[in-house]
C-alpha cells in the first residue's frame, strides 16, 4: 500500500482533499469533473480553430485567477457563438 492510500483520523479533511486533488493532477486529470472534460474534447474542442487549439495547448492563463477570469468571459459568450449550451452565466 503507498503511504498515499493510508487514512489517518488525525488528518483533517481539507488536507484529504488537498492531497486527492494533487495527486489527480500528478496522474494527469484536467478536472476534477471528468464528465466536463469528455464534454470539452468531444464538443468544445473539434470546433476550435487550430489558433485556439494552440493556445489550449499553451496554457493560455498564467494561474488560477486569471483561468476562473477567462472562464466567465467564455460563460458570457466572449468565443463570438454566443453563450455556451452546457454551464452558461446567466
Known sequence: MRANQVDSPDEPVKAKRLWTRLNSHASGRRSGDQFCV???DRFVVPALSVDQQAQIA????S???AALALEREIQRGALGAGKPFL???H
Open 87 to 89: 454551464n452558461p452565466l
Open 58 to 61: 499553451d496554457a493560455p492563463s
Open 38 to 40: 469528455y464534454v470539452c
Open 63 to 65: 494561474d488560477g485567477v
